[in-house]
C-alpha cells in the first residue's frame, strides 16, 4: 500500500503524513528533506550551485537516513546528523535549485522507490503520485489557500502549531512576507521543466483551508478500503492521538524556497516503531520485532532494564570484562550496524548489556532456530532481539532492521552467522550487514571480543571465571568507501567491516598472549 501525498508549502503534507504513518503503521518518505540533504552536503563542501556535474555526483553518492528523537525526526546524509542543517535559510534558499537539475532528482526518486519497496509508505512532496509512485493506491493532492499556508507557517515559525490551536496568531508583517515567500515558491516549483507540482489525473484533491488536521487524516483514510481496514486493527490509542502527538514547533522555514518544516519521518523510517504496545495485552513476539525499545510496554520496559543490571553485575564480577576504547561505542550515539566476531554465547550479552547500561538502544540479530523454543523466542523479543532466517535474502529481518535503525537503534550483528570456536580462522561471512546499512544508510562499527574461547572446556559444563577483554572500532561509513556503485559498495563494506573486525580482534589476541 502506497499513498502518495503531494501539494504546495504549508498544506500540511508532512503533518498528515506523518501522523497517517504513525495511525496505520506505515514508512513516512519525507522527499523534501531528501532534496535538502543533497543541498546541504553540497554546500558544506562548497560546491556552487552552478557546479551543476559535482551536485549530481554528491547527489548520486549521498547516503540519507532517517532517526526518530523525542524531538522529533532526525536525519544523516552520509553519516552526519543534518537535520538542524537542513532548515537553515541557506538551504531554503537554494534547495529548489538543487532540487531542479535532473539527473539529482533521477537520483533521488532511485532512493524513493527503493524505499517504497520496503512496503507500507505514506510519501509526501511535489511528484509523488506523479513520478515517483505513480502507481500508488492512494493519491492525494493536498492545497490550501496560500494566505491559510502562510498563516499557519508564520504560526509554526514563532514555535506554535496551528494544528492544536487554531486561534494561534503570529506577527502580521512576518506572515505577509511568508505569504509572498510562499507564492514564489508555488511558481518555482510548478513552473520547473522536470517534474512540477502538479496534481495526479488520479490524484483526490483535499482543500484544508478549513478543515482540522484530524479532519484531513479522517478524510485521506476514508479514500481507500485498504486504508480503513488498517484503521481498523490499528490500536485504538494511536487513532486520534497520532495527530495531535505529531508537530512539534518547526524550528525552520522562510525564504522563498522553503517553507517546509519539520516533516519528519523518513525513508527507511521505522514500520511500527512509533505504535506503543499496551502492557498486558496479548502482544505477540512479532508485535516485539517491529516496535521501537522505547514503546515496549512498561512491563516489557522494567524487564529489560532489570536484566540488564542483572547480566552487567553478574558478568562483571565473573569475568571481569571490559571494553577498550569504549567511547567510540557509547558517546557517538548515532544509529548504526555493530558487527563482532563471535567466539561465544557470551558475545551479544557483554555488547547489548554494555550498550543498554549507557541508555543505547540496540538489537540483537539472532538465528531463526533458536525461535524452535518458544521459551527462547519469547524471550529474545522481550529484550530486542530479531530473528533472521540464515541461508535466503530474509527481506523480512532485512525491514525490521532498517525500521529499528530509522528509529535511532543500534544493530549488533554477528556476520559470521554462528559461533566460531577458533580465533585463527577466517569463515564464510554473512553480509547481509552491508546492505541493511546500504538500506538504512548509517555507518558500519566493527568490534571485537576476545578471551571468551576460554570460558568453557571442550564437554565441560562448568563456566570459567576468565577475563575477557572487547574493543571498539572507529565507524565507516560508505561515504569512505572507493567504490561508486551501490553493489560494489556493499561487497567493500562487507570485507572491510570484516577486516576490521578481524584486526581489532588479533589485536586483542597480541596484547594477551596465552589465551583464547
Ligand atoms: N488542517 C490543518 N489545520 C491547521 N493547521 C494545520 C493543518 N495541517 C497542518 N497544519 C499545521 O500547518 C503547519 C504546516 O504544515 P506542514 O505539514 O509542515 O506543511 P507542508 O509539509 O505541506 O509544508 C504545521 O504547523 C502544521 O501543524
Ligand atoms: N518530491 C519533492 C520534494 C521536495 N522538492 C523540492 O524541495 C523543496 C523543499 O521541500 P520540502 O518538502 O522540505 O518543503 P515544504 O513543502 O515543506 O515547503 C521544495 O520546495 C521543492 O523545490 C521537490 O522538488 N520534490
Redesign the pocket.
Known amino acids: 500500500m502506497i499513498v502518495a501525498i503531494d501539494?504546495?508549502?504549508?498544506?500540511?503534507?508532512?503533518?498528515?503524513a506523518r501522523a497517517l504513518s504513525q495511525r496505520l503503521n506505515l514508512v513516512f518518505l519525507d522527499t523534501g528533506a531528501m532534496y535538502r540533504s543533497v543541498s546541504v552536503v553540497c554546500l558544506e563542501k562548497g560546491i556552487s550551485l552552478d557546479d551543476t556535474e559535482a551536485i549530481i555526483k554528491e547527489a548520486r553518492e549521498i547516503q540519507i537516513t532517517f532517526g526518530n528523537s523525542p524531538e522529533g525526526q532526525t536525519v544523516f546524509a552520509n553519516g552526519h546528523n543534518v537535520t538542524q542543517a537542513i532548515r537553515t535559510p541557506e538551504i531554503d534558499a537554494c534547495v529548489s535549485r538543487v532540487a531542479a537539475i535532473p539527473e539529482v532528482r533521477e537520483a533521488m526518486v532511485v532512493l524513493q522507490r527503493r524505499a517504497g519497496e520496503a512496503g507500507d509508505v505514506v510519501a509526501?512532496g511535489r511528484d509523488i503520485g506523479t513520478v515517483v509512485f505513480p502507481k500508488a493506491e492512494v493519491k492525494v493532492f493536498?492545497t490550501a489557500d496560500p494566505e491559510a499556508r502562510a498563516h499557519?507557517?508564520a504560526?509554526?515559525r514563532e514555535g506554535k502549531?496551528?494544528?492544536t490551536n487554531?486561534s494561534a496568531t503570529a506577527d502580521a508583517a512576518e506572515e505577509k512576507k511568508i505569504l509572498e515567500d510562499i507564492k514564489a515558491r508555488d511558481e518555482a516549483d510548478s513552473s520547473r521543466k522536470v517534474a512540477p507540482l502538479k496534481p495526479a489525473p488520479d490524484a483526490h484533491h483535499i482543500d484544508?483551508s478549513h478543515?482540522?488536521?484530524n479532519?484531513?487524516v479522517d478524510a485521506v483514510v476514508a479514500l481507500h478500503p485498504g486504508l480503513q481496514e488498517r484503521d481498523r486493527h490499528a490500536p485504538r490509542a494511536s487513532r486520534h492521538q497520532s495527530t495531535h502527538e505529531?508537530?512539534t514547533s518547526?524550528s525552520d522555514d522562510s525564504e522563498s524556497h522553503r517553507?517546509?518544516?519539520?516533516?519528519r519521518k523518513g525513508t527507511r523510517e521505522k514500520k511500527s516503531g512509533d505504535k506503543k504496545l499496551k502492557a498486558f495485552r496479548g502482544n505477540s513476539c512479532d508485535d516485539y520485532f517491529d516496535t521501537g525499545l522505547l514503546n515496549f510496554p512498561l512491563p516489557a520496559k522494567i524487564f529489560l532494564r532489570i536484566a540488564i543490571f542483572v547480566l552487567m553485575v553478574v558478568t562483571k564480577l565473573w569475568f571481569r570484562w571490559s571494553i577498550a576504547n569504549a567511547s567510540l561505542l557509547k558517546d557517538d550515539r548515532r544509529p548504526r550496524v555493530i558487527i563482532m566476531n563471535h567466539p561465544s554465547m557470551f558475545d551479544p550479552v557483554m555488547m547489548v548489556a554494555y550498550l543498554m547500561w549507557h541508555h543505547i538502544p540496540v538489537r540483537t540479530i539472532y538465528k531463526s532456530e533458536f525461535d524452535k523454543n518458544p521459551l527462547v523466542k519469547w524471550l529474545f523479543s522481550r529484550v530486542g532481539a530479531i530473528p533472521v532466517e540464515r541461508g535466503k535474502a530474509d527481506m523480512k529481518a532485512i525491514r525490521r532492521s532498517v525500521a529499528a535503525i530509522g528509529r535511532g537503534e543500534c544493530l549488533l550483528i554477528f556476520p559470521e552467522g554462528t559461533r566460531i570456536r577458533d580465533n585463527h580462522i577466517r569463515p564464510e561471512i554473512h553480509g547481509g550487514f552491508a546492505l541493511i546499512a546500504q538500506l538504512a544508510g548509517c555507518d558500519v562499527q566493527p568490534a571485537a571480543i576476545f578471551g571468551a574461547l576460554d570460558i568453557k572446556r571442550a564437554n565441560s559444563p562448568v563456566i570459567r571465571p576468565v577475563k575477557i577483554w572487547g574493543l571498539a572500532g572507529e565507524r565507516i561509513s560508505f561515504a569512505d568507501l572507493q567504490a561508486t556503485k551501490r553493489k560494489d559498495q556493499a561487497r567493500e563494506m562487507e570485507e572491510l567491516g570484516m577486516d576490521r573486525v578481524y584486526e581489532l580482534r588479533d589485536q586483542l589476541m597480541r596484547e594477551h598472549p596465552g589465551r583464547n
Open positions: 501539494g504546495p508549502a504549508g498544506s500540511g503534507k508532512s503533518t498528515v509526501e493536498l499557519r507557517r504560526v509554526q502549531d496551528t494544528a487554531a484544508s478543515m482540522t488536521l479532519e484531513v505529531t508537530k518547526s517553507s517546509a518544516d519539520q516533516k
